[in-house]
Every structure is written in structure tokens, then in C-alpha cells.
């Protein structure tokens, strides 16, 4: 029988041409759109189809928030009640548990990174779990900013060529906030949802990007994503029989089970896609210019 996953570099080229070919479609819509379009059409749009950084930055962001938010409710919320662990000593042979939502998103940026070199991924906050993830200096001022206005904060340094943006981490699900709030060694008991909890800041070396690259960029980010999820799996592996799941298609919402890696694949397609196409359609797609009235 066919092995169900394929070969690596055979269930690499499915994935993007299910990544990569509906949004060609739209790059190439939006490209014909800014070399046909009326001439009232700004200078710069027929500079070619490309986008500034910052907007690249703000769909890898949407899209890790995605990823996250679908681990923190449907792996961290629903195994809880299922009495799976998560802990941020995860990674230590003697514990049982599995990494919690920060933890895989920095699982993800070290494999993101070594994808992509001119990409950086981290987060932090004045309240955090770990004392590594501490803003200090200059991230901790532009972070008190983020967190008084819920808006991210954009900046390009001209001596270094690369643009860094810092997102307000909001607490998207009841996870967030239960397990933030109940931790003893939390500086902060008392977190709501919505409210900003850190911040995500990215940083990649250049000041404009192509839509392709981007969604290079962005099927980077959910496989490397993936692989974070299948290193808490192999862990998984080697739990007690007691505290260990099964691994299927089944997930802890059905009961005491965790889905395989590719099932957690097929979940963030299928909740991510088309929000991000959409996304990047708006990015590359110039506004229609207001006509002046007579």
C-alpha cells in the first residue's frame, strides 16, 4: 500500500501547488490590473507587482495569529479538558506535556528562519512566562505603544536595509487567559480576553517584496509551523502509556486523542487559505483613484 503522506519532496510540491496556484491566479489578475489600468493610476504602480514589506509582514503576522489560535483552542483548550498536559518545561524527558501556544510559535520562528534567512520571527511582552521573553530598551518602550493602541508599529532602518513590525498578541481564546492566569510563577493573574498579552515582532531584510516570495514566505511559515506541532508529537511518542494519546484523525475534542501531523496540516489549510489569499489580493490589487468632480 502507498504510504498516505507520499514522499517529503512529493507532499512538498501538493502543498504548494495547493498554496501556490489559486494565488498565482490573483497575482496575475492584480499584475494585469497595475500594467492596464487607467492612467490615473499612481507612479509607482507600474514600478511592477510588488509590495511594501510592512504589508508581507502584516499577512505572515495574520496568518501565524491563525495558526496559533487553532493550536491554543483545539489543541491546548480541548486537550486540557481531556487532561493533556502543556507546560513550558515540555521539552524535558522526565515531563509529560506539550509545548504551550508561545512555545510552539518559537518552535516555528527557529524553523521558519533556517527556510528563510532574511526572516525573523520572535515574541515577547512585559508580563511574560519566561523571563526570555522580556521586552526591554527600545522594544519595551515601542511595545507600550502597541499595547495602548491595539495597532502595530512599522519601521525601516536604512544602515541594516530590513523593515521591522511589531503586532499587538492578543488573548484570543479561553486557553490563553486560563493558563496565563493560573501559572504560579505569573507576574499577572488577572488577563481578559482581547486583551494584549505581547507582541509578535518580525523583521525581514528589505524594503519591498514580491507577491510570489510573499507566498513563498507564507507556505514557509505554515510548514514550519507544522514541523513544530510534529516535534510535540514525537514527544508524544515516548509518554506513559497512561498520559498517552492517541494519534490519528481524531482530535481532543472527540476525546483522548491528538490529530497527526497531517490532519493538523489539512485543519490550517482549510481555516487559513482562503483568508490569506484574500489578503494578499487586497495587498497587490491597486484602489480604484477617486475622480476629481466637475
Request: net charge positive.
Amino acid at each position: 500500500m502507498e504510504d498516505r503522506q507520499g514522499a517529503p519532496e512529493e507532499r512538498r510540491v501538493k502543498r504548494l501547488r495547493r498554496f501556490l496556484l489559486p494565488a498565482v491566479g490573483l497575482v496575475l489578475l492584480a499584475t494585469y490590473l497595475l500594467v492596464t489600468g487607467p492612467s490615473e493610476l499612481p507612479d509607482d504602480a507600474a514600478a511592477g507587482a510588488t509590495i511594501p514589506a510592512e504589508t508581507a509582514l502584516a499577512l505572515l503576522d495574520a496568518e501565524s495569529a491563525a495558526i496559533r489560535t487553532l493550536y491554543a483552542r483545539e489543541i491546548v483548550g480541548e486537550g486540557s479538558r481531556q487532561k493533556l498536559a502543556f507546560n513550558e518545561n515540555w521539552r524535558q524527558r522526565s515531563v509529560a506535556a506539550g509545548p504551550v501556544p508561545a512555545q510552539l510559535l518559537r518552535v516555528t520562528a527557529q524553523r521558519l528562519q533556517a527556510r528563510v534567512p532574511g526572516l525573523t520571527l520572535s515574541l515577547g511582552s512585559d508580563f511574560p512566562l519566561l523571563q526570555e521573553d522580556l521586552f526591554t530598551g527600545a522594544q519595551a518602550a515601542l511595545y507600550q505603544e502597541v499595547k495602548k493602541s491595539l495597532e502595530p508599529r512599522f519601521h525601516y532602518d536604512p544602515a541594516s536595509r530590513r523593515t521591522t513590525a511589531m503586532f499587538p498578541d492578543r488573548a484570543s481564546t479561553e486557553a490563553c487567559v486560563n493558563c496565563h492566569n493560573r501559572h504560579p510563577g505569573a507576574a499577572k493573574q488577572d488577563w481578559v480576553l482581547s486583551e494584549s498579552m505581547g507582541a509578535t515582532v518580525w523583521s525581514y531584510s528589505g524594503r519591498r517584496v514580491t507577491p510570489e516570495a510573499t507566498l513563498r514566505m507564507l507556505d514557509a511559515l505554515r510548514e514550519s509551523a507544522v514541523e513544530a506541532y510534529g516535534a510535540y508529537l514525537q514527544k508524544v511518542a515516548h509518554f506513559e502509556a497512561p498520559a498517552r494519546p492517541a494519534v490519528g484523525e481524531l482530535w481532543p475534542r472527540d476525546g483522548f486523542y491528538l490529530p497527526d501531523q497531517e490532519s493538523f496540516r489539512q485543519a490550517l489549510e482549510n481555516q487559513n487559505s482562503a483568508a490569506t489569499l484574500n489578503r494578499l489580493f487586497a495587498a497587490v490589487t491597486p484602489r480604484p483613484v477617486k475622480r476629481a468632480s466637475k
